[in-house]
Nanobody, 120 residues
């Protein structure tokens, strides 16, 4: 069963912008307690931005002031607006529940992600 579908990635020059979308379904009933994560080659997956269960926003220090999480609960869609992109933002971006990922059986579930490449 697919729980999230990420889209909107691509190749962008440094300083550019992208808007990622995450369509949630299945067991996810609300965009709250949802977040965006990323994994760069050779690195561990890290949290980028998230809504807490109360609807507050959390951001990694590395993206504060540049990225904004938003969402539409009627569409169960979470967005990540990324501005002033840097080469170090290059990664596969995933959305999932926050603070713990979706569990399917005994395993964590992750969608296919969307590739963001920042390069000149």
């Amino acid at each position: 069963q697919v729980h999230v579908v990420e889209s909107g990635g691509g190749l962008v020059q440094p300083g550019g912008s992208l808007r990622l979308s995450c369509a949630a379904s299945g067991s996810i009933s609300s965009i709250y307690a949802m977040g965006w994560y990323r994994q760069a080659p050779g690195k561990q997956r890290e949290l980028v931005a998230a809504f807490t269960s109360e609807g507050n926003e959390n951001y990694a220090d590395s993206v504060k002031g540049r990225f904004t999480i938003s969402g539409d609960n009627t569409k169960k869609t979470v967005y990540l607006q990324m501005n002033s992109l840097k080469p170090e933002d290059t990664a596969v971006y995933y959305c999932n529940k926050f603070p713990e990922p979706i569990r399917v059986g005994s395993k964590d579930y992750w969608g296919q992600g969307t590739q963001v490449t920042v390069s000149s």
